[in-house]
Nanobody
Framework: QVQLVESGGGLVQAGGSLRLSCAAS????????MGWFRQAPGKEREFVAA???????YYGDSVKGRFGISRGNSKNTMYLQMNSLKPEDTAVYYC????????????????????WGQGTQVTVSS
C-alpha cells in the first residue's frame, strides 16, 4: 500500500506561481513512477506531468514550458512547480503513483497508476 497526500494548492492571480507537493508513504513508496493529473469542473481528468523513477520528466502540451515536475532526494516526495498560471489551470490536482516501477518509463494514462491522493484545489483568478 502507498499513501499519497497532496498539499500546496490555493488561490493565485493569473501569472503567479504555486508549488504543489505530494508526500508518499508506505511500502515501495520511493520506488514509484509518479504523475500529476488535474480535473476541472465538468471536465475529464487530464494528464499534467509525469516523472519516472530515474527522474525523467514528461509534460502535457498545455503545461509544457510553464510547469516543472521533480522529486526529492529520498524519492518519497514529488513536486509540481507551476509558473505563469492561467485561469484555465484552475482544477483539483491529483498525484498518482505506480509502485515498484524501476523501468525509467513515465506514464500518461490514469489506468497506469495504482494509487491516488485526495487532491488539492488550485484556483487561478483573472
Amino acid at each position: 500500500q502507498v499513501q499519497l497526500v497532496e498539499s500546496g494548492g490555493g488561490l493565485v492571480q493569473a501569472g503567479g506561481s504555486l508549488r504543489l507537493s505530494c508526500a508518499a508513504s508506505g511500502r515501495s513508496a520511493s520506488s514509484s513512477s509518479m504523475g500529476w493529473f488535474r480535473q476541472a469542473p465538468g471536465k475529464e481528468r487530464e494528464f499534467v506531468a509525469a516523472i519516472a523513477y530515474n527522474g525523467n520528466p514528461y509534460y502535457g502540451d498545455s503545461v509544457k514550458g510553464r510547469f516543472g515536475i521533480s522529486r526529492g532526494n529520498s524519492k518519497n516526495t514529488m513536486y509540481l512547480q507551476m509558473n505563469s498560471l492561467k485561469p484555465e489551470d484552475t482544477a483539483v490536482y491529483y498525484c498518482a503513483a505506480r509502485p515498484g516501477d524501476y523501468s525509467g518509463d513515465y506514464y500518461l494514462s490514469e489506468s497506469d497508476y495504482d494509487y491516488w491522493g485526495q487532491g488539492t484545489q488550485v484556483t487561478v483568478s483573472s
